[in-house]
């Protein structure tokens, strides 16, 4: 069982930054994947970013990337998305997950074993 919580998210302007945090209680994750999903507003789950721990490898849905960054700490077993350049369009609830393995399914939302219970990331324009 690996617990995930999730922090750092709050009420910003467009253009601000964040940092999202996702400190996980396993003390390793070399053989997790750590993917980053958010829930606006009355649509779907969707896929934002992921980091495959052990190498540092990472992946991005298309309408973040370039202004969002994937990172982790091993020394923490925290994982981080750093944020910028926010839109209105990235207000959701934001969560991390965790998976063994994923291999080329980072992007699967119901492959996860494991969530945290999300953070409200709001842009106002």
């Known amino acids: 069982q690996v617990l995930l919580a999730e922090s750092g998210g709050g009420l910003v302007q467009a253009g601000a930054s964040l940092r999202l945090s996702c400190a996980a209680s396993e003390r390793s994750l070399s053989t997790y994947t750590m993917g980053w999903f958010r829930q606006p507003p009355g649509k779907e789950r969707e896929f934002v970013a992921a980091?495959?721990?052990?190498?540092?490898?990472?992946f991005y849905a298309d309408s973040v990337k370039g202004r969002f960054t994937a990172s982790r700490d091993n020394s923490k077993s925290t994982g981080y998305l750093r944020m910028n350049s926010l839109k209105p369009e990235d207000t959701a609830v934001y969560y991390c997950a965790a998976i063994r393995d994923s291999g080329s399914y980072y992007y699967v939302a119901q492959l996860y074993d494991y969530w945290g219970l999300g953070t409200q990331v709001t842009v106002s324009s």
């Open positions: 980091i495959v721990w052990s190498g540092g490898a990472t």
